[in-house]
């Protein structure tokens, strides 16, 4: 396969600075990481979403030790437990001290994958091997009822260098306990960042978990996010993405419901106005009887904003009574604006409810029209609708002061959206 020089010359470079500091605890990750290479669009799972680096640009492994590029304001996270990542790496000076009931948060010493990858692409193989520097284990108790909800802030620190920084989360839930998770991911700095992500959730019996993510990029910004999830029996899974402003996003979501009765439900809301690059990728496989999977996802476009939703259904033959639904809807406010819709079911099982759909297409000038015509500006009504569109995303953010957080981001990109 063809490569571009400029991503193997980052590959060396990553795999020299790793080697450097985490020594033989990497040796397998960095082995494997050698032997791949960094995705283009002749990848048919990356083709729309060809990966590069900013050019003439070299990218420093940061694994924390940095000084916060921007204060953490407490009272936006009122009522919420608060675990900051500073480059990458766990910060427990910038995180809440409060200690909660059934709650176990530690450093992870050594990396123990509980959930294998659809994708074994290079991404995972480096983050694997500083997981140890910098990520976090996250055990919640049999039966606790988790009543705040658990913020994962991430930042990065003051730097003149472009920075390449790879958080790693591994979360367990036990049987019957209930939390609920919000990753806010803040890239703000002047210098290009790359945000090599991998969150791995195990949610046991009949547990509860909801994991909310907002993520806020600039043009010069990059975040590879993969989130991994196996689920047991009765568990309940809910994982919601919202991505706003510019820069490369790609989200790798990989569920595999793994026992009878379980639910996972998914929801996914892109904007942007500019030249944000948004790839959702979803693989839900349903591997037992009478289980049920659900995925909305909706993007709202203008400028050269372009959208990729990418969702396969894997329904094994075993897993007889299976309901699953998918559908991506998509609203583009500008002729250079663009979306990718691939939905694809795979059933090998023929007792299942399973159904799939895309939608692409601009704002209807009817109801604009109608509230024009009862005195809103062009703007305004635009803004109302699309924000009515949106609302069924947001609505799923039960949570008072993560609603408030999510809503007020939202409505400050949708401001921007149609005021362009």
Same mark, same amino acid.
């Given at each position: ?26 040796? *397998? ?78 450093? *992870? ?36 009822? *988790? ?245 069924? *995303? ?27």
């Amino acid at each position: 396969m063809k490569t571009n020089p400029q991503l193997e010359d980052l590959k060396l470079s990553l795999l020299a600075q790793i080697q450097s500091v985490s020594k033989e605890k990497s040796t *397998i990750f960095l082995e494997e990481a050698d032997q791949l290479h960094f995705p283009n669009s002749k990848n048919e799972e990356w083709k729309y979403s060809s990966f590069s680096v900013s050019k003439d640009t070299n990218y420093t492994l940061r694994t924390g030790q940095g000084k916060a590029m921007a204060s953490i304001h407490a009272e936006a996270f009122e009522g919420c437990h608060l675990l900051v990542f500073l480059d990458g790496a766990f910060t427990e000076s910038l995180s809440s001290t409060e200690v909660l009931k059934g709650l176990t948060i530690k450093k *992870i010493n050594h990396l123990e994958t509980f959930t294998s990858a659809y994708e074994n692409n290079i991404f995972n193989q480096l983050n694997g091997s500083t997981a140890h520097l910098s990520g976090l284990s996250i055990q919640v108790n049999e039966k606790a009822i *988790i009543e705040k909800p658990i913020v994962i802030f991430h930042c990065n620190s003051y730097t003149e260098s472009a920075a390449w920084v790879q958080p790693r989360i591994q979360v367990q839930v036990g049987e019957r306990a209930e939390v609920t998770f919000a990753e806010i991911w803040q890239s703000d700095g002047a210098q290009p960042v790359v945000t090599n992500a991998v969150q791995e959730i195990d949610v046991k019996k009949s547990a509860i978990v909801k994991w909310f993510s907002l993520e806020k990029g600039n043009k010069d910004s990059s975040l590879i996010n993969q989130t991994r999830v196996e689920t047991a029996e009765k568990a309940v899974f809910q994982h919601l993405v919202v991505s706003l402003g510019e820069g490369f996003i790609r989200n790798n979501l990989e569920i595999k419901i793994n026992s009878t009765e379980a639910d996972a439900h998914m929801y996914g809301l892109s904007i942007g106005s500019a030249k944000l690059h948004v790839d959702h990728h979803t693989f839900i496989n349903h591997k037992a009887v009478n289980t049920t999977s659900n995925q909305l996802y909706k993007s709202i476009f203008s400028g050269k904003a372009t959208g990729v939703f990418n969702g396969k259904i894997l329904v094994d033959q075993v897993a007889q009574k299976t309901n699953a639904y998918q559908s991506s809807k998509n609203i583009l406010l500008s002729t250079d604006a663009k979306v990718y819709a691939k939905p694809q079911l795979e059933i090998f099982a023929d007792d299942v409810k399973c159904s799939h759909g895309a939608t692409i297409g601009q704002l209807d000038e009817e109801p604009i029209f109608y509230l024009r015509s009862r005195g809103l500006d062009e703007a305004t009504a635009k803004q109302m609708l699309v924000q009515a569109f949106a609302s069924e *995303i947001l609505m799923k953010v039960e949570n008072k002061s993560l609603h408030a957080l999510f809503e007020a981001e939202i409505m400050a990109e949708m401001e921007r959206l149609v005021s362009k």
